[in-house]
């Protein structure tokens, strides 16, 4: 089998992740993300990093049927009206960016 079989193999094997989200009594679920995905979004948002943090949360969070629980009309709120903290810890768990989970610092 060739590298880059493995590779995607790997990938296509990983299951899709979930965030409590206690300040709005919900879990929020998230499949991994492609590059093209994360490029997609870095295009739309334009080098405006907490567009690409809200598109992130737009696109990539999903309920526990893998539908979509936010529209593109729900930017403006996510941007104006909605926690920054809680859009930072959102985003940041949909692009899947370095925070261990207690697992996994416990490994190490």
Sequence with gaps: MKLIDVAVSHFNSKEVRQIE?????????????????KSKWMKRADGDNWNYMVYAIIFGTTDAEGELVFDIGDKSALINSVDPDLVSRIATFVLDIGEETEEEREKN
């Design 21 to 37: 989200v206690p300040e709005w009594d919900t879990t929020l679920y998230s499949k991994n993300l492609s590059l093209a995905d």
